[in-house]
T-cell receptor, first 110, second 115 residues
Framework: GQQLNQSPQSMFIQEGEDVSMNCTSSSIFNTWLWYKQDPGEGPVLLIALYKAGELTSNGRLTAQFGITRKDSFLNISASIPSDVGIYFCAGRRGNTPLVFGKGTRLSVIA | DTGVSQNPRHKITKRGQNVTFRCDPISEHNRLYWYRQTLGQGPEFLTYFQNEAQLEKSRLLSDRFSAERPKGSFSTLEIQRTEQGDSAMYLC?????????????FGQGTRLTVV
């Protein structure tokens, strides 16, 4: 099935560093969602974006809906060990079901 | 709000057996989705319901797969004559569409291992 292009695939960072990851699509989306998944668990919703250019924060997390409507970015500031996990972007066109990226695996070195 | 609940959490079955998974969505959510996730991949859409109507099925959903949502509440996903390639995490999500906003919330998943 169709998937979004998510990068980087994995990141190793020091505790306290900021993190940036992004997601791109060849198609225009009208909704972008960001999820975090821990091993053996389901994805947990972090941020939802509904308008081109929208910038939304959730604590140390900030996400943006790209103005081209074909991309989205997630930033994590001052990373901590519990930020470890896999981050997924997901997009939707119209009323279609969500399409997911392959994820960015984040590892934090204390 | 008790969240999306999936049962069982884990299932090990022999090839050729039938399995059934259950999903209880968040109570006021009218949409329910099934996804499948294999190692190193993001969730892949299988099918979704709006109330009791099954509105879309992915080409990933072979004839051996069937999903139901009687009365628009809980849903079941059945896999008949399981194959080793069916081994995956099966995820259920629910959402309530309003004012164009459709955040989907996931359950903890059912991990299926076919031996």
């Amino acid at each position: 099935g169709q998937q979004l292009n998510q990068s980087p695939q994995s990141m190793f960072i020091q505790e306290g560093e900021d993190v940036s990851m992004n997601c791109t699509s060849s198609s225009i989306f009208n909704t972008w969602l960001w999820y975090k998944q821990d091993p053996g668990e389901g994805p947990v919703l972090l941020i939802a974006l509904y308008k081109a250019g929208e910038l939304t924060s959730n604590g140390r997390l900030t996400a943006q809906f790209g103005i081209t409507r074909k991309d989205s970015f997630l930033n994590i500031s001052a990373s901590i060990p519990s930020d470890v996990g896999i981050y997924f972007c997901a997009g939707r066109r119209g009323n279609t079901p969500l399409v997911f990226g392959k994820g960015t695996r984040l590892s934090v070195i204390a | 709000d008790t969240g999306v609940s999936q049962n069982p959490r884990h299932k090990i079955t022999k090839r050729g057996q039938n399995v059934t998974f259950r999903c209880d969505p968040i109570s006021e959510h009218n949409r329910l989705y099934w996804y499948r996730q294999t190692l190193g991949q993001g969730p892949e859409f299988l099918t979704y319901f709006q109330n009791e109507a099954q509105l879309e099925k992915s080409r990933l959903l072979s004839d051996r797969f069937s999903a139901e949502r009687p009365k628009g509440s809980f849903s079941t996903l059945e896999i008949q004559r399981t194959e080793q390639g069916d081994s995956a995490m099966y995820l259920c999500a629910s959402s309530r569409a309003w004012a164009g906003r459709t955040e989907a919330f996931f359950g903890q998943g059912t991990r299926l291992t076919v031996v």
